[in-house]
């Protein structure tokens, strides 16, 4: 089964300041990967996905991801913050089940916390 | 993408009562997913509820004590039985769309006291 591995439970940065968020995920084979964001009391967003093609991968609000395969890693980017990115950020694996879905496996997520 | 609203949005029970959340879909689905969030967690999937067909479970998780109804491709309910202290967090329902997808709706917050 995959796994998913978000070591930093917590990053607190300056607004304006370059952030990068890590996440590395157990499997080698083909994988779909994901980075939702939850702002505080709301659901999960999208923000961007990796399914094929190019590594570097660009989603909304300037945040963007870089699919290192030999590395089995998918950081996540952004090269200014602002204090409305504070939210909780999760990365996830899409894993195919017997039954032919795909589930998505989340990391414990990341908690980036911007001041000013 | 996709629009999903749930009800309720949140609420606080009793122990020993059972709650039924909504979750429905501004299109046609085949696949759906209920999460769990326990409080200052990560998202862990507690079934898959596909049109026509039972709920399939992880592991950890039974149909006892999360029955799921699934009667059309826009709506599911999740029901949290028999509710103890250690059953409040968020549930929060998702669509998988266009393949690898997923998008959530605003879950649910469950109080258990």
């Known amino acids: 089964a995959q796994s998913v591995t978000q070591l930093d439970s917590q990053v607190p940065v300056f607004e304006e300041a370059p952030v990068e968020l890590r996440c590395n995920y157990s499997?080698?084979?083909?994988?779909?990967l994901f980075w939702y964001v939850q702002y505080p009391n709301q659901g999960l967003q999208l923000l961007l996905k990796y399914l094929s093609g190019s590594t570097l991968v660009k989603g909304i609000n300037g945040f963007e991801a870089e699919f290192n395969k030999s590395q089995t890693s998918f950081h996540l980017r952004k090269p200014s913050v602002h204090i409305s990115d504070t939210a909780e950020y999760f990365c996830a694996v899409s894993e195919r089940v017997n039954t032919g879905f795909q589930k998505l496996v989340f990391g414990t997520g990341t908690r980036l916390l911007v001041s000013p | 993408s996709a629009v999903i609203s749930q009800k309720p949005s949140r609420d606080i029970c009793q122990r020993g009562t059972s709650l039924t959340i909504q979750c429905q879909v501004d299109s046609q689905v085949t696949m759906m997913f209920w999460y769990r969030q326990q409080p200052g967690q990560s998202l862990t999937l507690i079934a898959t509820?596909?049109?026509?067909?039972?709920?399939?479970?992880e592991s950890g998780f039974v149909i006892d004590k999360f029955p799921i109804s699934r009667p059309n491709l826009t709506f599911s309910t999740l029901t949290v039985s028999n509710m103890s202290p250690e059953d409040s967090s968020i549930y929060l329902c998702?669509?998988?769309?266009?393949?690898?997808?997923?998008?959530f709706g605003p879950g649910t917050r469950l109080t258990v006291l």
């Open positions: 998702s669509v998988e769309v266009r393949g690898h997808e997923q998008f």
């Open positions: 499997s080698s084979v083909s994988v779909y």
């Open positions: 509820a596909n049109q026509g067909s039972e709920a399939t479970y």
